[in-house]
């Protein structure tokens, strides 16, 4: 990969961040009952690929025991489900459900409406080419989360 690749992406991801970014919520003021804390939790479950525990407290860079009480009250809520993992039945495997991915895009840090707003200065082939890239970047982003190639700093 050039360093001039990564480079585009350390410039332009801040820039729609900050173009779409939206006020912090607490908790009690929506009617998910969701932290920005729990909704960054739950950005990072997939709905169809699981991920261990272990993994994710790895990758947010917490103690396993801090993400339990988390998890316990995620999964409470119906917002994530915790299923044996099929190679080690002692491992929880996680996953994000339906509720739950109505739930974390509700409580996005992304304004839905600043959003679209990015989205319609583009043409419609723009718009749906840079939507592919995003999913592209986001799935390897998962591969690479799952896979532990990542390590916090």
Known sequence: MKSSDVALVQRCYPQ???ACHKRHIRASSTPHRLSAQDSSLLVHLSPTHPMTPGQLAKH???GAST???SIRRLAAMGYLRRDPDPRDRRVA???LTS???AAM???SVLDASRVALVL???SKAEAR???EGLELLAKASQQVMVSNSISQD
Do not use: F, P, V
Request: aromatic share 4%; glycine share 8%.
């Open 67 to 69: 993400l339990s009480a």
């Open 93 to 95: 495997a996680l996953t």
């Open 99 to 101: 509720k739950g991915a």
């Open 120 to 122: 319609a200065q583009l």
């Open 16 to 18: 729609i961040y900050l």
């Open 60 to 62: 947010l860079g917490i």
């Open 105 to 107: 895009a509700e409580t």
């Open 129 to 131: 080419r840079a939507l």
